[in-house]
């Protein structure tokens, strides 16, 4: 059998729709299922749901949201100005642009499919094609610029369904000699970190390195490079180059990464039937520790509206019985309800004194988010994680 369902989720809303009322007439959910293809050993979204569905003008997340992000892409662009050099760069998912308008002295071009986002590049005076990234797309911009020196995509290769057109037309507007970053939450440090919500609509991909290698050589695509990023619970940052290049020698960490894979059983379907297991173990633990609060009447909060949280709340089935409301500096998320679970949102401006409890959504961040709450934590306030097993910190 090529493609086994492992997890079941259950009914899932968009994650961008963030409700203005906590009573909607209608709202769309779909099943969330886990699978794993036992030929290219990817791992997907058994339910894909449309793009337009997700991606529009009202796409709520900014990529510039958090200090630690912005920091890591203003570092990254320094160091691909020093290392490649490159005279074109493209950037496909652009967002707000945290990272592309990082290189005003050459030509930079944005790919945006969410308006509203697409609308902050180009007032910033970068090209941005407010469309899906595709091959018609490809030949648009290879018309105007001729081929590009480096393509780079941060969280957003993993967003889109058709992965051999998507790789069909980086082949086609990569320049020989040019390099492809495509940055993106790493399947294993998922696997190990249970973080069983980097699975959601938008997520129709969590990559292995051993995926992207099988998925990929059909494009004239080979991988020469990778890092293990901290960022977003453990992202891999992997570099490719065409197969003809010789310009740049395939690192010893290729090897490496994949020998890696393979022993943790990436390439099995009985890790991810074990990881199954797991998940439903996190969400007793979890619920567990969210009963017992309310039974103490503890004040609960939620820190970070993130759309991972929504796989979390929507299958733990944590409402606003549980959680009084979510903190978030987003100014888009204010005043909004979470999708499914209807939980209102505020805008942030430190945590009240008289909340005990804060669930961290945006896990992922926690450094930064301890750093900045220290009075909190001083007062007695405790946080709740679900990462990487359901406890009070
Ligand atoms: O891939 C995706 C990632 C990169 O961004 C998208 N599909 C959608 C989005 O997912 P997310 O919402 O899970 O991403 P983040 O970056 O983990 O979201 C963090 C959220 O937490 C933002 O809404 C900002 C908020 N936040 C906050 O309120 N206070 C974050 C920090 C660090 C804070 O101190």
Same mark, same amino acid.
């Not at 190990?192 to 919500?197: F, L, M, R, T």
């Not at 099988?214 to 990023?229: A, P, S």
């Given at each position: 059998m090529k493609k086994v369902i492992f997890l079941d989720l259950g009914k899932h809303p968009i994650t961008n729709n963030f409700l203005k009322t906590p009573k909607p007439d209608k709202e769309f959910f779909y099943n969330l299922k886990l699978v794993f293809n036992n030929k290219t050993k990817l791992i997907s979204l058994a339910n894909f749901v449309k793009p337009k569905m997700m991606f529009n003008d #009202?796409?709520?997340?900014?990529?510039?949201?958090?200090? #630690?992000?912005?920091?890591?892409? =203003?570092?990254?662009?320094?160091?691909?100005?020093? $290392?490649?050099?490159?005279?074109?760069? !493209?950037? +496909? &998912?652009? =967002?707000? &642009?945290? %990272? +592309? /308008?990082? %290189? /005003?002295?050459?030509?930079? +071009?944005?790919?945006?499919?969410? @308006?509203? !986002?697409?609308?902050?590049? $180009? =007032?910033?005076?970068?090209? #941005?094609?407010?469309? %899906?990234?595709? %091959? *018609?797309?490809?030949? /648009? +911009? @290879?018309? *105007?610029? &001729? *081929?590009?020196?480096?393509?780079?995509?941060?969280?957003t290769i993993s967003h889109i369904h058709n992965l051999s057109e998507t790789f069909k037309a980086i082949k086609n507007l990569l320049g020989e000699d040019g390099i492809f970053i495509l940055e993106d939450p790493s399947l294993m440090e998922s696997l190990k970190n249970v973080a069983y919500d980097q699975f959601y609509d938008e997520h129709s991909y969590v990559f292995s390195i051993t995926a992207l290698k099988n998925i990929t050589k059909d494009f004239d695509l080979e991988i020469f490079k990778i890092e293990k990023l901290k960022t977003h619970g453990g992202s891999n940052r992997v570099y490719f180059k065409k197969i003809d290049n010789k310009k740049y020698k395939v690192s010893k960490i290729v090897m490496k990464q994949l020998k890696n894979e393979k022993k943790y059983g990436i390439n099995q379907l009985k890790t991810y039937t074990k990881f199954a297991s797991k998940v439903k173990k996190s969400k007793r633990n979890l619920i567990k520790i969210f009963k017992k609060l309310k039974k103490i009447n503890k004040t609960v909060i939620g820190y970070g509206a993130t759309y991972k949280s929504s796989t979390v709340l929507n299958y733990c089935k944590l409402n606003s019985n549980f959680i009084k409301y979510f903190l978030d500096t987003t100014p888009t998320k204010k005043g909004k309800y979470t999708p499914g679970t209807h939980i209102p949102i505020f805008k942030y401006k430190g945590i009240p004194k008289n909340i005990d409890y804060a669930f961290l959504g945006a896990w992922n961040f926690k450094d930064e988010i301890f750093k900045k709450e220290k009075s909190f934590i001083k007062r007695g306030g405790k946080f709740i994680t679900h990462v990487p097993n359901p406890k009070i910190l």
């Amino acid at each position: 059998m090529k493609k086994v369902i492992f997890l079941d989720l259950g009914k899932h809303p968009i994650t961008n729709n963030f409700l203005k009322t906590p009573k909607p007439d209608k709202e769309f959910f779909y099943n969330l299922k886990l699978v794993f293809n036992n030929k290219t050993k990817l791992i997907s979204l058994a339910n894909f749901v449309k793009p337009k569905m997700m991606f529009n003008d #009202t796409y709520a997340h900014r990529a510039s949201a958090s200090m #630690t992000m912005q920091n890591a892409y =203003n570092k990254l662009a320094e160091k691909i100005k020093k $290392k490649y050099d490159p005279k074109k760069i !493209l950037e +496909i &998912g652009s =967002n707000d &642009g945290v %990272f +592309i /308008k990082n %290189f /005003k002295k050459v030509k930079n +071009i944005g790919v945006e499919p969410c @308006k509203n !986002l697409a609308k902050i590049t $180009k =007032n910033m005076g970068i090209e #941005t094609y407010d469309e %899906f990234w595709d %091959f *018609k797309l490809s030949n /648009k +911009i @290879k018309e *105007k610029h &001729g *081929k590009i020196d480096l393509i780079y995509s941060a969280n957003t290769i993993s967003h889109i369904h058709n992965l051999s057109e998507t790789f069909k037309a980086i082949k086609n507007l990569l320049g020989e000699d040019g390099i492809f970053i495509l940055e993106d939450p790493s399947l294993m440090e998922s696997l190990k970190n249970v973080a069983y919500d980097q699975f959601y609509d938008e997520h129709s991909y969590v990559f292995s390195i051993t995926a992207l290698k099988n998925i990929t050589k059909d494009f004239d695509l080979e991988i020469f490079k990778i890092e293990k990023l901290k960022t977003h619970g453990g992202s891999n940052r992997v570099y490719f180059k065409k197969i003809d290049n010789k310009k740049y020698k395939v690192s010893k960490i290729v090897m490496k990464q994949l020998k890696n894979e393979k022993k943790y059983g990436i390439n099995q379907l009985k890790t991810y039937t074990k990881f199954a297991s797991k998940v439903k173990k996190s969400k007793r633990n979890l619920i567990k520790i969210f009963k017992k609060l309310k039974k103490i009447n503890k004040t609960v909060i939620g820190y970070g509206a993130t759309y991972k949280s929504s796989t979390v709340l929507n299958y733990c089935k944590l409402n606003s019985n549980f959680i009084k409301y979510f903190l978030d500096t987003t100014p888009t998320k204010k005043g909004k309800y979470t999708p499914g679970t209807h939980i209102p949102i505020f805008k942030y401006k430190g945590i009240p004194k008289n909340i005990d409890y804060a669930f961290l959504g945006a896990w992922n961040f926690k450094d930064e988010i301890f750093k900045k709450e220290k009075s909190f934590i001083k007062r007695g306030g405790k946080f709740i994680t679900h990462v990487p097993n359901p406890k009070i910190l």
